[in-house]
């Protein structure tokens, strides 16, 4: 759209005005190519309320399915017929981000900005700097929100100021940056006072939050897991395969949801001690296993299946930090150095281990 | 190690504070809290390490080197040789979600 602006229409006869003097295409800064469109300002119309459909893409969305089918064409949007006076909040275009922020402005009329953020949810838009500082700067010039609204004023979400900074902001645009809340939900509380809560302030990991996150997670270790599952059930271990699929459905299901009390700061070792609980019937069951197997020998396999499982749920539960919205990276970088050393020596270890007993069995030990 | 997340590189200097307040709206974990004569540290430890504050602070009072805190980008990110671990977009090889449930 805003390329259309911007392709000369003048016939080649005519010569070119001069960039500073063109009504729509006003070059940015020195040594930036784009330009920038100041256009007749188009403004979409959406509404408050969500429909089936919209319901439908959450759910599908929240299954990991199609996830970069989720944009909306960015730009501006108009809620409840707003006024040049009425608020302008300013979203990613993520369906859900979008939606979020539309259904919980009931009533409520105003201009929605929606930043081109690929697709992606405003934190992680924000950490990855496509929701930020330039984006808006140049979506405020493109969407012609200047010739919309009479105030200079944006509310952002909160998180999205890990990609925007609001002095640079009023610097380059002369647009206020406001920060509301981090969730959406709480709008319609912070519009009377203009004032977020601490509580509005913080993020929250509780057990909705995190139950949530399980059908992504689990679909996006589905087919790895039946294709280890089906090799190992193939290679005659049954047992095997179960406990495989155990320790990575113990990473992705229980993990999150179990995560607050599982003692211990580190991921890694929450992941070791929930496997402890997860291994036990496996081992028990190697321990008392029918046949004539040697006391020692059972323990061993007791013992593979321990350093295996381990191994297997601490990697999945480690790499659970990036679904949570409190660790740095400072901290996930000393997990890995420090752990996954121990989980791969873990893992060695129970095939070493496997491959001796089963050596030792053919000796008939 | 008992704690991987006790330290961060998070550092404040609270000689360059101009108490615009900006630091404690933005911090999603309350790291920082607002006082009469500059802003005070107040919870360093749950820093995450997102670089809000930094980006918002017009007077330099803090630093942080800002990244995301997954295990799965940053494996991901030396496994591919790529030097910065990043979640989003679709070759990304990040989160099972995606990047969307991740920060």
Same mark, same amino acid.
């Given at each position: 759209m805003s390329e259309d602006c911007c392709t000369p229409r003048r016939p080649r006869s005519v010569p070119p005005r001069r960039p500073e003097a063109s009504a729509c295409c006003a070059p940015r800064g020195v040594g930036d190519s784009e330009t920038v469109c100041r256009t007749e300002s188009i403004e979409r119309p959406t509404t408050s309320a969500l429909n089936l459909a919209?319901?439908?893409?959450?759910?599908? /969305?929240?299954?990991?399915?199609?996830?970069?089918?989720?944009?909306?064409?960015? @730009?501006?949007?108009?809620?409840? $017929?707003?006024?040049?006076?009425? $608020?302008?909040?300013?979203?990613?275009?993520y369906t859900l981000s979008f939606d979020a922020l539309r259904s919980a402005l009931p009533s409520v009329s105003a201009h929605l900005l929606v930043l081109d953020t690929k697709g992606i949810n405003v934190w992680c838009a924000a950490g990855k700097g496509t929701f930020g500082t330039d984006e808006l700067v140049n979506r405020i010039e493109a969407? =012609?929100?200047?010739?919309?609204?009479? $105030?200079?004023?944006?509310?952002?979400?909160?998180?999205?100021?890990? @990609?925007?900074s609001a002095h640079e902001v009023r610097k380059r645009s002369g647009f206020e940056v406001e920060y509301g809340p981090v969730r959406a939900r709480d709008l319609p509380e912070y519009l009377k006072t203009r004032k977020a809560t601490p509580e509005m302030r913080r993020v929250r990991f509780n057990l909705a939050?995190?139950?949530?996150?399980? *059908?992504?997670?689990?679909?996006?270790?589905?087919?790895?897991?039946?294709?280890?599952? !089906?090799?190992?059930?193939?290679? =005659? $271990?049954?047992?095997?395969?179960?406990?495989?699929?155990?320790?990575i459905i113990a990473g992705v299901v229980f993990f999150p949801i179990l995560l607050p009390w599982l003692p211990? *700061?580190?991921?890694?070792?929450?992941?070791?001690?929930?496997?402890a609980l997860v !291994?036990?019937?496996?081992?028990? /069951?190697?321990?008392?296993?029918? @046949?004539?197997?040697? *006391?020692?020998?059972?323990?061993?396999?007791?013992?593979?299946?321990?350093? !295996?499982?381990?191994?297997?749920?601490?990697?999945?539960?480690?790499?659970f930090t990036g679904s949570t919205p409190f660790t740095s990276r400072t901290g996930v970088r000393r997990e890995i150095?420090?752990?996954? *050393?121990v989980m791969a020596w873990m893992l060695g270890g129970a095939v070493v281990l496997a491959i001796a007993l089963s050596f030792l069995a053919h000796r008939g030990l | 190690?008992?704690?991987?997340?006790?330290?961060?590189?998070?550092?404040?200097?609270? +000689?360059?504070?101009?108490?615009?307040?900006?630091?404690?709206?933005?911090?999603?974990?309350?790291?920082?809290?607002?006082?009469?004569?500059?802003?005070?540290?107040?919870?360093? +430890?749950?820093?995450? +390490?997102?670089?809000?504050?930094?980006?918002?602070?017009?007077?330099?009072?803090?630093?942080?080197e800002s990244g995301v805190g997954c295990a799965a980008a940053m494996i991901g990110a030396a496994l591919t040789g790529n030097k910065e671990a990043t979640c989003g977009g679709s070759e990304s090889v990040c989160c099972p979600g995606g990047a969307d449930d991740c920060k």
């Open positions: 919209n319901y439908w893409d959450h759910f599908v /969305a929240r299954c990991g399915i199609n996830r970069d089918r989720r944009r909306i064409t960015p @730009g501006l949007y108009s809620l409840d $017929h707003p006024t040049p006076d009425s $608020h302008v909040f300013v979203t990613a275009n969407s =012609g929100l200047r010739n919309v609204v009479r $105030h200079r004023r944006l509310i952002l979400p909160q998180l999205g100021a890990a @990609g925007v939050d995190r139950l949530i996150l399980i *059908p992504v997670e689990l679909l996006g270790v589905l087919s790895p897991v039946l294709v280890i599952g !089906a090799v190992l059930y193939a290679l =005659g $271990h049954p047992m095997v395969s179960l406990a495989a699929i155990v320790a211990t *700061p580190n991921f890694a070792t929450k992941g070791f001690i929930l496997d !291994a036990i019937p496996f081992a028990w /069951a190697q321990l008392v296993s029918k @046949g004539e197997i040697g *006391p020692l020998v059972r323990v061993g396999w007791a013992g593979v299946c321990f350093l !295996a499982m381990s191994s297997v749920t601490a990697f999945v539960c480690l790499n150095f420090t752990y996954v *050393p | 190690m008992l704690n991987a997340y006790k330290s961060n590189t998070l550092s404040y200097d609270p +000689e360059l504070c101009s108490n615009c307040g900006m630091c404690s709206i933005v911090c999603p974990h309350s790291v920082f809290a607002p006082d009469d004569d500059v802003a005070k540290l107040v919870r360093a +430890e749950a820093c995450m +390490e997102c670089g809000a504050c930094q980006l918002n602070c017009p007077a330099g009072a803090i630093t942080v």
